[in-house]
Structure formats: C-alpha cells, structure tokens
C-alpha cells in the first residue's frame, strides 16, 4: 500500500534537540503522530499540538506502520529495533522503518535484515544540519537500504530536509555520515582556531566573518557556529557527547578499512578532553574554549 496521509501513522521515537523538530514538521503537515520518549515533558509541546502518546516502542510499533527513530547511541537503537519488547518483534508486516540516529553500518545492516525477515521495510538515514536544519526543515539526509523502500517514504523525509539522496544498500546511510564527521572535525579545529586567532590579533571577529565566510574558508560550521562562538552561546545544536560517539564510530570503521585519519584522532582526542572537563552536554561549537 502506497504511504498517503490517510493510510499512514507515523510512530516518531526520541523527541530532543532534533527529533522535536522532525516530529513537529509531520504534524503540521498532516500526518497522525504518535510519539514516544524516555521523558514524557520532552515530548509534551508535540502533545499539545496534537501527537499522540504511546508508553513504549512496543505499543508503539503495534500503532504505527511508518516508525522514526532518532536516538542517542547504537545501543538504545539496538534495543529499541532488535529487543523483546522492540519495534521489529512488535510491530506488523508492511511497517517501514526509518532510523536516523547516527549509528553502525553494521547495525543498520542488522536491522535491515531482521525487518525483511519481517516483512517490514528498513532504512538507515543518517541527517546533519543540527537544530538549525531541524527546525528549518532543511537537513542533509543520507540513506541506506532498498531503493524502492526509499522511494515509498520520500514524501516524509521531504518534509525534514531538502538534500535527501539514496547512497545505496542498508549502512550505505551510515557510512555517508561518517564521510560527514569526518569532514566537520577537522573544520571545527580550523573554525576556533581561526576565531581565537582574530580574537588575539585585536580584529573584530564579526567582521573577520564577514570577509572569509564568503571565501574560500566558507563551511556550513563557519557560517552557522562561529557567530555562536563569538557570542559566548555554547548550547547544544548537537552535543559533544554524541559527536564524540560519531568520531569513534568513524575510527573503528577507518581502521577496518585500514585507513589512517590523523585529521579525526587529532579532533577526538580535543573534543575527548572537553568532556572530560565537564563540557559532554554542550554543542560543538564549545571546542572554542580549548583556547581560553
């Protein structure tokens, strides 16, 4: 059955920095909602524009025929796809299953193969963008699996981001986003590194930006979390804690492939050691203080 508005419950599991965002652009669009987090209140603006509730993934799964997942660590997805009480056990034949948790290739491989066991439909889409692109609707979306699984949910992941490109099979998602990590650690060194530089030479930062934002320096991290740089605001469009998850990820994956990523080890261990000093829950962009 094709996916339409009236067919269609969408199960939305993790509802933070992103996922409220994610969830609200479905709601808003249309689509029956249901939603479930570990914290109810976090979920409770989504409640009150007019989600549903449901008390675990696996009353979860028995409502929805299209469930999204958007959660901190392999671990909770694991358990949360692949558990007694999880969403492939638990949920019915013809559900399509979207994760967009940042995780393995290897789990994403998993999940696929034990949904089409099922009868289910399984992909691994992977976003970046932070709550910026979440709350604009216009994150980078990167997806795994079959393609005429991903051409059946398109219509939704439309709804949350505007660069949504099939990678190829299941973990094809996953290993597009650690290409992305990759890239973005090495750039958030480069980014404080410019910004403290500016600072210390007596330039006005801001306008520093101005010139070499436009430039050939011009990232997505220059333009989007310098200016927070600048301004001392250190909250999390996405935190620490996770990005350092998805570094070791990518340095386990490089090292199955035999690859060195000086680059990478070089961004883990600084981001490693600003956790360590009680910044884990802020955003990225705090690697700023490295220098201070």
């Known amino acids: 059955m094709a996916i339409s508005k009236e067919n269609t419950i969408v199960g939305f599991i993790g509802t933070g920095v992103m ?3 994610m969830a609200g652009h479905l709601l808003k669009d249309g689509y029956k909602v249901t939603v479930y987090t570990r914290t109810k209140e976090k979920a409770q603006d989504l409640l009150d524009a007019g989600a549903e509730w449901a008390e675990s993934p696996k009353e979860l799964a028995g409502i929805a025929n299209v469930i999204i997942t958007i959660v901190g660590y392999p671990s909770d997805v694991e358990e949360i796809y692949l558990g007694e009480e999880g969403i492939i056990k638990n ?3 013809g559900t399509f299953l979207i994760d967009m948790t940042t995780s393995t290739p290897s789990l994403a491989e998993k999940i696929y193969r034990a949904a089409k066991e099922r009868g289910m439909g399984a992909i691994d889409a992977p976003v970046s963008g932070g709550d910026i692109g979440a709350r604009e ?12 699984d991903f051409i059946e949910v398109k219509g939704i992941l439309d709804l949350m981001g505007a660069n949504i490109v099939h990678q190829g099979t299941a973990g094809a998602g996953q290993h597009t986003k650690m290409c992305n990590q990759i890239a973005i650690a090495a750039n958030m060194i480069a980014v404080s590194e410019a910004m403290v530089y500016a600072r210390k030479a007596g ?12 430039g050939a320096a011009g990232s997505w991290s220059l333009s989007n979390l310098a200016p927070r740089m600048i301004k001392g605001d250190f909250e999390p469009g996405f935190y620490i804690k996770h990005f350092i998850k998805d570094m070791n990820i990518a340095f386990k994956e490089a090292e199955k492939m035999g690859m060195e990523v000086p680059g990478l080890s070089l961004a883990k261990s600084l981001y490693e050691e600003l956790a360590q000093s009680g910044e884990e829950n802020s955003g990225t962009q705090a690697i700023y203080k490295y220098w201070e």
């Open 19 to 21: 996922g409220k965002s």
């Open 91 to 93: 949920g019915s034949e």
């Open 137 to 148: 609707a216009r994150l980078t979306i990167m997806v795994g699996g079959d393609e005429q």
């Open 203 to 214: 330039l006005n930062q801001e306008q520093v930006l101005k010139s070499i934002g436009s």
